[in-house]
């Protein structure tokens, strides 16, 4: 089960997922999109559930856990992932702004895992990975709303994997650095803000979407499953400068 799977990183996790052997349940909110990417991960061979849904409601990620289980006969990996990003200095932020990015980025994680949890727990194993980012751990003007929402998910992360750790269930996160997708797209194309926003990256360059596929495949894989409770960062260096 993916959230965010209608387009960018979720879009590049599902298809990797699905290369690496697994049936998918794609959510997100565009249908249209999500076919797409059922339609992009089609040569894999496996089966794509198309599940529209809004994560910030705990209904609808409740429905889609039962809908994933009872359509594609069982649930081993959850990838939280849809995020939304509003960017300005905080002054300008109004409770509105605090209350979307929370119920979308934060909300929406605990609703994935408080959805799933029981069912992971009753069959003694599970993969859950959470999209974090960078600006969970690193300051950037502009990002203090979002950047609060990705530090909570480390720190559920941190504490959800010492919780179900007993329960053989491992939770962990991604947190990315800059990656090209429709979330960065905008703020990539002023040549100046480009500039800037790559000195921060040891590496000089920013992520590809493809570039998260394997390692969302290690974390959903046996052979992370002594790992639990980490934040790793994809980031060509940014967070360790
Ligand atoms: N790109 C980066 O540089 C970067 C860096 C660090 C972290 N991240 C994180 O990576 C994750 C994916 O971001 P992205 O770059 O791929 O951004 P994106 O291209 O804007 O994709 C965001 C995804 O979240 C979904 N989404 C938004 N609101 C939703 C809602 N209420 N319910 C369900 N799904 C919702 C969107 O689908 P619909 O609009 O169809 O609902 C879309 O699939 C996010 O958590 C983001 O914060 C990205």
Redesign the pocket.
Known sequence: MI?????????AIAVALAEAGADVAL????KA?LEETAHLAAPAGRRALVAP????SYAEVDALVQRTIRELGRLDIVVN?????KVAPLVEMTSDDWRFMLD??LT?VFNGCRAAGPHLIAQKSGKVIN?????GQVGLPGYAVYGAT?GGIIALTRTLGVEWARHNVQVNAI?????A????NEAFAVPAIHQRLTRDIPARRIGRPDEIGPLAVYLASASSDFMTGQTLFLDGGHSAA
Do not use: C, H, I, Q
């Open positions: 959230t965010g799977a209608s387009r960018g990183l979720g879009r959510a997100a909110r565009s999109a849904t809004d994560v910030s992932n849809s995020g939304v990003a979308v980025n929406g999209v974090a980012s960078v600006l990705k947190a990315p650095g800059w990656f997708t429709d979330m960065t």
